[in-house]
């Protein structure tokens, strides 16, 4: 493990887990081999399998939810009682390599407020996922101006005190890393990205392609009005005025009549744009008191 030595520092690691136990018997020795002054917080999320058993095992710190309230709700238990000035979070499942610890600690003593773990194209899970991430990314990069280059990655390093500034914005499930990176974005936080290695999965994915693509459609949007909701609104008020106008020059020239289609796209555009506007300030009070 490279650098560890520089890296034993007092780091709070952060491990959501659902029923993860084969995969949990390999990592946390990795970590208390690798890390043995740092704090290991394992948050048993409803595991219906010997996961609590095999924590029993191990001198880390358990934070048992006797009923699953979801990915992001672990990061969120795990986050309320790290007691370290930075957390790393990181899936159970075995993916992540803790060699890979260091670079996103490297990250936050440089500067960085939150660096994430990218995964390139062989990290992720197959292809239709691939192909999902790109786009998020691509969309993200568009809506901040920044260039995101894993929107979704669960492998992070963030200094605690900045993250629990937007706890209450994160969901339950599996989206808080799109949330929690773009909060830090739409604040001025410095955010890094540090390409990392990611290993096929150990155990059954939680992730269900109908529900979860639904859920990642939704993620889009909750890019945009994390961010900015006038850059997603605008556009959209901009394509109904035109098209009313198109429709209104059509019918003056054809019929020499003004529409109730052409007032419609008029009166849309508008309201659109309203609710962008209003969408656009709330956002700007939510974030008014960080730094």
Request: aromatic content about 10%; charged content about 20%.
């Amino acid at each position: 493990m490279s650098n560890v030595e520089d890296h034993r520092q007092n780091i709070s690691i952060v491990i959501p887990a659902k029923n993860e136990a084969k995969s949990l018997v390999t990592l946390l020795p990795q970590l208390k081999k690798g890390f043995p002054n740092s704090e290991i917080i394992v948050v048993n999320d409803g595991s219906i399998d010997n996961t609590k058993e095999e924590l029993l095992k191990y001198e880390v710190k358990v934070i048992t939810h006797h009923t699953s309230r979801g990915n992001g709700a672990a990061v969120k238990s795990g986050a309320r009682v790290a007691s370290s000035e930075i957390i790393v979070f990181m899936d159970g499942d075995g993916q992540h390599d803790p060699e890979d610890i260091p670079k996103l600690i490297d990250e936050i003593n440089n500067g960085a407020d939150l660096a994430v773990g990218s995964r390139n194209k062989k990290g992720q899970a197959n292809i239709a996922r691939g192909v999902a991430n790109a786009f998020y990314n691509w969309f993200a990069s568009k809506v901040t101006g920044f260039p995101v280059e894993d929107l979704t990655s669960g492998f992070r390093a963030v200094k605690a005190d900045k993250f629990r500034e937007f706890i209450y914005l994160l969901p339950n499930g599996f989206s808080y890393p799109t949330t929690s990176t773009m909060a830090f974005l739409r604040s001025g936080f410095n955010v890094s990205f540090v390409p990392i290695a990611v290993s096929k999965r150990r155990g059954k994915s939680h992730l269900r392609p109908i529900r979860d693509g639904v859920r990642f459609l939704i993620i889009i949007f909750k890019i945009a009005t994390l961010y900015s909701p006038l850059k997603v609104f605008l556009p959209i008020a901009a394509l109904s005025f035109f098209l009313g106008l198109a429709r209104y020059l059509y019918t003056y020239l054809t019929m020499g009549v003004f529409t109730n289609m052409s007032a419609l796209l008029f009166v849309t555009s508008v309201q659109i744009f309203l609710i962008g506007l209003v969408s656009e300030q709330i956002t700007a009070l939510i974030y008014k008191d960080t730094k």
